[in-house]
Every structure is written in C-alpha cells, then in structure tokens.
C-alpha cells in the first residue's frame, strides 16, 4: 500500500514564505514524477509544478518565479518551496507521485490528502 503525506500548510501573509513537504511510502518499487497541484474553492485542479526522477521541471504559469520544486530521490520525498506568496494562491495543496509498487507493475498517480494554504492580504 502506497500513501502520501503532505505537510508545511498553514497561514501566511501576503509577500511572504511557505515550504511545503510530501514524503512517498509504503510498498515501493520506482516513483517516477512527483509534484504538486492546487484547487481552490470553486475551481479546477491545477499543476503547480512538477519534477521528474532525473530533475527535469515544469511550472504552472502562476507560480514561475516565485515557487521551487525540489525532491530528495533516496527519500522519496518533494518540496515546494513558497516565496512571495499572493492571496490568490490561496488553495488546497495536493501532492501527487508517479509510483509503481512492484517491479512488474505499470506506475499510476497517487494523490496526498492535501494540505490547506491561506494567505491573508
């Protein structure tokens, strides 16, 4: 069995910093992209960003700039870094891994409960 933790969400000012964490565990035998995606209330899913085992990015236009992804492959883990943050980045947080459990098994995406992010103007 496969989960995802997020942590690091909370309240935070306008202009300020956040550092979000997802650690990957349980039954695992490759993870291949891990990232993040956001939903506020009333609104889609949508990618904050992504990185691939071998460190390649992409970025949801909103967050260039301002937002670093980073992952730790030893320990299954991916970070976002949250700078000068904005009212409307205000959202749930979801982490997202590729993974594959078993050799022979073909990866799917698993999601994290999320985790709540609010900032105040």
């Known amino acids: 069995q496969v989960q995802l933790v997020e942590s690091g969400g909370g309240l935070v000012q306008a202009g300020g910093s956040l550092r979000l964490s997802c650690a990957a565990s349980?039954?695992?035998?490759?993870?291949?992209?891990m990232g993040w995606y956001r939903q506020a209330p009333g609104k889609q899913r949508e990618l904050v960003a992504v990185?691939?085992?071998?460190?390649?990015?992409n970025y949801g236009d909103s967050v260039k700039g301002r937002f670093t992804i980073s992952r730790d492959n030893a320990k299954n883990t991916v970070h976002l870094q949250m700078n000068s943050v904005k009212p409307e980045d205000t959202a749930a947080y979801y982490c997202n891994a590729e993974i594959s459990p078993f050799s022979t098994s073909w990866p799917r995406g698993y999601w994290g409960p999320g985790t709540q992010v609010t900032v105040s103007s």
């Open positions: 990185i691939t085992t071998g460190g390649r990015i």
């Open positions: 349980g039954t695992i035998f490759s993870i291949n992209a």
